[in-house]
C-alpha cells in the first residue's frame, strides 16, 4: 500500500547542525491540512515539458515525443568529445559536481534526540556516502567528482528536516510518480528546500540534491529524474529511502553502497542497461542509447539473483546462460557488474567506456559544466 503525507506537518528546516540560528518555521503553504490555506501550484501530471523517470516501471513517463527527442540529443553527442580551451587531451578533464543533501528526520521535541532508527545521519556518514560516490566514478575518463557544498544557510551541504510527531514521520513514504498526487509530493519535498524554480540560482541544474525519505512503497529503494534539455524542473534530484543509506554491501538483500552511483548515473542521463529488452539494441537511438552495453532482459531478477546465489552459494558465473538470444556467457557477465543494472552491490564495480562518454556529454550539454584541465585536488 502506498502513503502520502501532509508535508506541512514539517515544521522546521535546520542546517547543517540542529543549533543552528538559521532554523525557520515552515511557512503556510505547505500546511496543506490548515483550512483556507491552498497548496502551491504543481507541475501538471504527467509532465509536458520534461520527461521523468525514476527506478520503477510506472515512473518511466517519457511521452513517444519526448523520448525522439532525447534520442536525437544523445546521438547527436556521439564522436564529439567536448574539451575546454587549453586542455590538450580529452580525458584529462575533470567536472565537480556540487552535492547538498537533505536529511528528514524524526526528533521527539523535549529530547530533541537525533537516531539513526529515526533517520538521522551524521555530517560524518553524509560524507561517507558522498565518498563512496567518488569511488565509484574515480575510473571515469573524463573525471566527475562530487563534493558536498561548503555553504552556510541555503548553500549549505547539508540541510535537516525535522518531524517532531512520530506518527507524520512513520507516513512519510514517497513513491516514485506514477500520478498527479505522488508528482505534487515529490514537488513539494523539492520546494520545501529549495523553493520553485524561477527562485533557484542561475546554477540549479549542476546542483544535485539528495533527498532522504522514511520509506518507499513496493520495495522501491531510491529514483531520480533524467535532464531531457538543458532547462531547469522542479523535482531535480535523487530520492532514497533512509534505511538504504548505510547498509553494508555484505547485506545481500541490499543494494548500497552503491545505490547513489546508480541514481547519479540517471542523473547525468544514464538508463538502465536492461532498457528495451532484449528486443532492443543498444545503438544511439535504441535501448539504453549507449553501444558498449549489451542487450539484456528486462527482469531485474535473473541478475540479481545470479549475482546472489554466487555471492551466497559460490554459484559458478561460467555455468551463467545469458537471458537474451544469441548473448554471450561473456555479455551477460558484463551486465551483471554493471552500475546501471539492477545487480546486487557486491556483483556491481564498473561503467562502460560508453557510459562514461555519455554522463559527460551529458554534463557539459543538458547540465552546462564548465569542466578544468586535469586532475583536481
Given at each position: 500500500m502506498r502513503f502520502s503525507f501532509i508535508l506541512g506537518l514539517l515544521p522546521v528546516v535546520l542546517g547543517a547542525a540542529a543549533t543552528s540560528p538559521d532554523t525557520t518555521e515552515a511557512p503556510p503553504s505547505l500546511n496543506f491540512g490548515q483550512t483556507g490555506v491552498a497548496p502551491p501550484t504543481k507541475p501538471t501530471f504527467p509532465p509536458t515539458t520534461h520527461p521523468y523517470h525514476g527506478d520503477s516501471p510506472s515512473s518511466n513517463l517519457w511521452t513517444p515525443a519526448q523520448k525522439a527527442s532525447f534520442q536525437q540529443a544523445v546521438a547527436s553527442w556521439d564522436g564529439k568529445e567536448v574539451t575546454t580551451k587549453g586542455c590538450a587531451v580529452y580525458a584529462d578533464q575533470t567536472i565537480t559536481i556540487p552535492v547538498f543533501v537533505v536529511v528528514h528526520y524524526y526528533s521527539n521535541p523535549i529530547s530533541n534526540d537525533k537516531t539513526r532508527a529515526h533517520g538521522y545521519l551524521s555530517p560524518?556518514?553524509?560524507?561517507?556516502?558522498?565518498?563512496?560516490?567518488?569511488?565509484?566514478?574515480?575510473?571515469?575518463?573524463?573525471?566527475?567528482?562530487?563534493?558536498?557544498?561548503?555553504?552556510?544557510?541555503?548553500?549549505?551541504?547539508?540541510?535537516?528536516?525535522?518531524?517532531?510527531?512520530?506518527?507524520?514521520?512513520?507516513?512519510?513514504?514517497?513513491?516514485?510518480?506514477?500520478?498527479?498526487?505522488?508528482?505534487?509530493?515529490?514537488?513539494?519535498?523539492?520546494?520545501?528546500?529549495?523553493?520553485?524554480?524561477?527562485?533557484?540560482?542561475?546554477?540549479?541544474?549542476r546542483q544535485l540534491f539528495i533527498y532522504t525519505v522514511k520509506a518507499m512503497p513496493d520495495s522501491t529503494i531510491a529514483f531520480a529524474f533524467l535532464p531531457s534539455s538543458s532547462s531547469p524542473f522542479s523535482v531535480d534530484g535523487i530520492y532514497i529511502s533512509q534505511e538504504y543509506l548505510l547498509k553494508p554491501a555484505s547485506d545481500l538483500a541490499y543494494h548500497y553502497p552503491h545505490t547513489l552511483t546508480h541514481e547519479a548515473g540517471h542523473w547525468l542521463t544514464l538508463e538502465h542497461t536492461f532498457e528495451g529488452g532484449c528486443d532492443a539494441p543498444n545503438t544511439l537511438t535504441g535501448g539504453d542509447m549507449v553501444t558498449d552495453t549489451p542487450r539484456w532482459d528486462l527482469s531485474s531478477n535473473f541478475y540479481s539473483n545470479a549475482c546472489y546465489y554466487y555471492k551466497q552459494y559460490g554459484y559458478d558465473f561460467n555455468k551463467i546462460v545469458n537471458p537474451c538470444p544469441g548473448g554471450t556467457k561473456a555479455q551477460a557477465i558484463a551486465n551483471i557488474a554493471n552500475y546501471m543494472s539492477y545487480s546486487l552491490a557486491e556483483c556491481t564495480t564498473k561503467f562502460t567506456t560508453g557510459q562514461q562518454k555519455r554522463a559527460w556529454a551529458a554534463a557539459i550539454n543538458f547540465r552546462k559544466f564548465v569542466p578544468v584541465c586535469g586532475a583536481v585536488a
Open positions: 560524518a556518514q553524509v560524507q561517507a556516502m558522498i565518498d563512496q560516490m567518488n569511488k565509484d566514478w574515480s575510473a571515469s575518463k573524463p573525471r566527475v567528482r562530487f563534493a558536498l557544498s561548503t555553504g552556510t544557510g541555503a548553500n549549505a551541504g547539508i540541510r535537516y528536516v525535522v518531524f517532531r510527531k512520530i506518527a507524520d514521520w512513520n507516513n512519510f513514504i514517497v513513491a516514485p510518480p506514477s500520478n498527479q498526487a505522488e508528482l505534487d509530493v515529490v514537488t513539494t519535498i523539492a520546494e520545501n528546500v529549495r523553493g520553485p524554480v524561477s527562485s533557484r540560482p542561475s546554477s540549479q541544474m
